[in-house]
């Protein structure tokens, strides 16, 4: 068996091209996430969007409708009450996305039948990655690649200072709904691949590992997608051989590679990345 | 004079009782008030309410429609782990303009001249935490100062600084007045800050005084605004405020 062997199945090239644009995806938009303190809702909103997925599979509708439009209400109703801060963002996130994940549980326990399909959404496939989806992922990804080169100055401000990006004629409400909107999308298109469970994982940990690296922001924008690329192309083969979940392949090379670089960048690195996870 | 900004009776509640009731207060041009409390008195809601941040629970906050008007926050909010360089920071104050994502070479001009003029040329591309605390507060105040504000706001400037570092905020912001830039700022420090401006309001949930600091820095305007006995001394030509503890002569 070569190493190179997978790729001749079709399904295979598929799950490694969206396994590979996937964790370029999550490194970019991950940078935000880990700077603005939001990891918990990277793991908040994968969780709620299980519940849509769910909902999906039960009433036979397409699962990027209905997890999409599930996942978007929960990402617009989970960064407004992170923006007001009235109950505490992390408790109110844990309530929203732990019952939208406890509803898509009792759905399958339920109704059964769509069983294998939320087996995947929960942990990740490599199977009956489609054409299409392929497609759908990059699409993604140039719309990810386009609104940070579009509002680069805005989404920076607003995430450094929001309060006098504010004052300065940035709608930061807007770019707050830009990046949750950016973030959902992002969860949806490459969570069968990576797995719900996981994908939080995939979005802090190559960012973390680029602050570790770097001091500055667009170096950064440019160090966690390819970190982030490199763990879903390798991961994805790694998987295939070992007959282990791509997700879980995937995250525990990304998790290699943070030791790593933890243990060469050594106290610099430990206080570029201090107070990004919470 | 010109009122940049007018609180007509301003209140404020963050959903419990009022950390600012009934106040009124004309900002003029060019002004340089400062405006002194006791922690948690409501100077920082004060000037959120003047920047627009916060809408008045009731009363109305009017403002010159076309004001340009600039923010420099405490330091202590500032997250220094933020992976960003002087020159970024200074850049983001051109954000606002939606076809501009990239700075341009003009912005970019600009940013260097202005951090030239606050004795920080050569420090463009230094990340922020390998600032010292005056050069920080100085980065900061080049941003506000991007937009060419006809009125800047200040919350704590010399907040957790070193003397030295106070001396060089007082001097720049005495500068940018004489210049024509209306100043608003909130400090805790008496003697350092507010007493060498023009004009000082004591807040304590309510606008308690408003002069010039012969008028306000009474002792029994203090006791008011600090809510415990003061002594305000006069040591060439300044005066100097105390604390006046019980039972201490």
Redesign the interface.
């Not at chain 1, 309060?163 to 940035?170: K, M």
């Not at chain 1, 770097?214 to 922001?217: A, E, K, P, R």
């Not at chain 1, 206080?271 to 990004?276: E, I, P, V, Y």
């Given at each position: 068996m070569t190493l190179f062997e997978p790729f001749q199945f079709e399904f295979f090239r598929n799950g490694w091209m969206v396994s590979t644009l996937a964790g370029a995806i999550c490194g970019l938009v991950g940078v935000y996430v880990v700077?603005r303190s939001m990891s918990y809702i990277g793991h908040g909103l994968s969780h709620s969007i299980f519940g849509g997925a769910a909902a999906s599979a039960v009433l036979s509708v397409n699962f990027y409708l209905g997890a999409g439009i599930w996942g978007l209400l929960s990402a617009l109703m989970i960064g407004r009450v992170a923006r007001r801060g009235?109950v505490g963002a992390d408790a109110a996130i844990g309530v929203i996305a732990t019952a939208s994940f406890a509803f898509g549980l009792a759905l399958t326990n339920v109704f059964g039948t769509a069983k294998r399909s939320i087996e995947a959404v929960l942990f990740g496939s490599i199977l009956g990655v489609t054409a299409l989806e392929v497609v759908a992922v990059a699409s993604v990804g140039v719309l990810a690649v386009g609104i940070i080169?579009?509002?680069?100055?805005?989404l920076?401000?607003a995430t450094?200072?929001p309060?006098?990006?504010?004052?300065?004629?940035?709608n930061v409400g807007r770019m707050e709904a830009l990046l949750m909107v950016m973030l959902a999308a992002t969860i949806l298109f490459t969570m069968k691949i990576v797995g719900v469970l996981l994908i939080s994982a995939l979005l802090v940990t190559p960012a973390v590992i680029a602050?570790m690296v770097?001091?500055?922001?667009s170096?950064?924008l440019v160090i966690a997608p390819l970190v982030g690329a490199v763990c879903g192309a390798i991961g994805m083969v790694i998987s295939y051989h070992v007959d282990v979940s791509p997700g879980a392949v995937i995250i525990l090379l990304a998790s290699l590679i943070f030791v790593v670089v933890y243990a060469v960048t050594g106290a610099r690195g430990r206080?570029?990345?201090?107070?990004?996870i919470h | 004079m010109t009122a940049l900004v007018e609180l007509d009776g301003v209140s404020h509640s963050y959903g419990g009782p009022f950390v600012l009731d009934h106040v009124h207060l004309i900002i003029e041009e060019p002004s340089f008030l400062g405006v002194i409390g006791p922690s948690g008195s409501g100077k920082t809601t004060l000037l959120r309410l003047v920047l627009g941040n916060l809408r008045p629970t009731r009363g109305a906050v009017r403002r010159r429609s076309d004001l340009r008007i600039a923010y420099v926050p405490q330091v202590e909010t500032v997250n220094w782990n933020f992976p960003i360089t002087a020159s970024e920071v200074v850049l983001m104050a051109g954000a606002s303009k939606w076809y501009r994502p990239r700075a341009t070479e003009s912005e970019r001009r600009r940013m260097s001249e202005l951090l030239e003029q606050l004795g920080l040329g050569g420090f463009e591309n230094r990340h922020i935490r390998e600032l010292s605390g005056g050069q920080q507060q100085r980065v900061f105040l080049a941003r506000a100062l991007y937009s060419d504000p006809e009125l800047l706001v200040l919350d704590e400037p010399t907040s957790g600084v070193d003397v030295r570092t106070r001396h060089e905020v007082v001097h720049l912001l005495t500068d940018l007045h004489r210049n024509g830039t209306s100043v608003v700022l909130s400090t805790h420090d008496i003697n350092g800050l507010a007493a060498h401006l023009p004009i000082i309001a004591c807040v304590n949930r309510e606008l308690i005084a408003v002069g010039t600091p012969i008028e306000v820095l009474t002792p029994a305007v203090l006791e008011r605004t600090y809510g415990a006995p003061m002594k305000v001394l006069e040591h060439g030509g300044m005066l100097l405020v105390t604390d006046s503890p019980m039972g201490l002569a």
């Open positions: 700077l009235k080169a579009g509002f680069y100055r805005k920076l401000f450094f200072d309060e006098v990006a504010d004052v300065s004629g940035v602050r770097t001091n500055s922001f170096r950064m206080g570029n990345a201090a107070g990004m | -």
